[in-house]
């Protein structure tokens, strides 16, 4: 979609308790953004190297770049939907129960 924006980050977690939990964690991270670039680089054509670098960091790309980048094939467009041809609900000059057209009802 044309407004759309990709972003690419390293996986992340959340540990607690003790060390050693915490160090196991740690490296199946370290095994995840590892196999997560290896991917990315094989799909894209993107330098492995490369691929871990911006892994490093939040990556944006707007969909010309994710496109130059490899990470999608083309931009989806649709036409967007025409507006139902009915007047508007709603009226924004509200004026006080009892005076005006209303006579007594509030307008919507």
């Not at 969909?63 to 139902?84: N, Q, R, S």
């Amino acid at each position: 979609m044309p407004h759309s924006i990709l972003m690419m980050h390293h996986p992340s977690g959340a540990s607690r308790g003790q060390a050693s939990e915490m160090h196991i964690e740690s490296r199946e991270l370290v095994r995840v953004r590892d196999y997560l670039s290896l991917i990315i680089s094989d799909s894209t054509g993107q330098p492995y190297d490369r691929v871990i670098r911006e892994l490093s960091r939040n990556k944006w790309l707007d969909p010309k770049e994710a496109i130059e980048y490899g990470m999608i094939d083309k931009i989806l467009t649709t036409p967007l939907p025409k507006p139902p041809a009915i007047g508007p609900k709603f009226r924004f000059d509200r004026e006080a129960p009892g005076q005006g057209q209303g006579q007594g009802q509030d307008v919507i």
